[in-house]
Every structure is written in C-alpha cells, then in structure tokens.
C-alpha cells in the first residue's frame, strides 16, 4: 500500500493524449499507467527536466511524479498540479509476483535474453553496435508482444526509439 499511495513515479503515459490535444482536462478523468522508479524511500535520481533540483530533499519527499512526453508539453506543464488514483478496475497492472520476460535482437544475431537493471530498464551486454534492434517481452500468462526493428543500425546510446506494439 505505501508504494501504491506514495511513490516516486517516472512514467505516466496518458492513453487519451489530453495534454497534446488541448482538451480541458480538469473535467475529465484519464486511463493512464505509471511505472515505479527507485526506491520506496526516495532513492534513486531525483533530479528532473523542470530543473527544480532534488524534490525530496527539498521537502516533498516521495509525493511527486514525473510526466510523460505529451504531459511535460516541452516543460509548458513544470509546476501543474496532477491527482493520481489506482483504478482497482486494472488489477492486472503491476501485480506482486509479476515475471517479465525481455529479449534482444541485433540484425545479425539470435534472441538474447535481457536482464533487468533496475526498475523498468533492462540491459543485455552483447555487442549490438551497427545493427538494427528488436526486441520481445512476455508477461507471467503467457503473453508474448515483438518490436521488430525499433531501432535502426545508427541507433545510439540515450537516444529515444519508439514502437507502436503493444499488449492492449
């Protein structure tokens, strides 16, 4: 319960993009989802793109979250104001006991079975560099979704590659 009440948050990806499509959001509730990021005592990077600094030490302790790209808005959103609650209808989302499973795939090899970082990031430490990469997540049921190609052979490290895959 203390991580679902109050969390350092790192991605909440809004599937109706309010933010980007100027709708008045204060009248409407959003489906979205968020990702747990360090630890439960507020560990881990604390920093952030508005350039505030360190916000637990600053006295806000673990109740703040960071946005997705169509919520940060270029940092036009730095400061709002935004009220999260679980939607106990989605249980299926972050359950204890959850196994993902993640893979790589360079143009030029086999499937290579990922290892979780921390968090929601996950490495492989094969030589990938010049090829194009895909890469495959199965869930605890079962359920299996492949990005093919998500990056291209000029693909490099901290950049960001999107994929339209997913479970839902």
Excluded at 99 to 108: H, L, P, R, V
Aim: aromatic share 14%.
């Amino acid at each position: 319960m203390e991580k679902q009440t109050a969390v350092a948050l790192v991605l909440l990806s809004v599937l109706c993009g309010i933010a980007s499509h100027g709708v008045d959001a204060q009248y409407y509730w959003t489906t979205a989802t968020a990702t747990f990021y360090g630890g439960g005592d507020g560990s881990g990077t604390m920093g952030g793109a508005c350039g505030y600094g360190n916000l637990y030490s600053s006295g806000y302790g673990i109740n703040n979250a960071a946005l997705s790209t169509a919520l940060f808005n270029d940092g036009a959103m730095c400061g709002a104001c935004y009220t999260l609650y679980c939607d106990t209808g989605r249980s299926r989302m972050c359950k204890p006991g959850t196994q993902i499973t993640m893979w790589i795939k360079g143009s030029n090899t086999n499937w290579l079975a990922m290892s979780r970082n921390w968090g929601a990031n996950w490495q492989s430490n094969a030589f990938l560099n010049g090829q194009r990469l895909s890469f495959r997540v199965r869930l605890d049921d079962g359920r299996e979704a492949t990005a093919s190609d998500v990056a291209p052979s000029n693909w490099w490290f901290g950049a960001t590659y999107n994929s339209w895959v997913n479970f839902y």
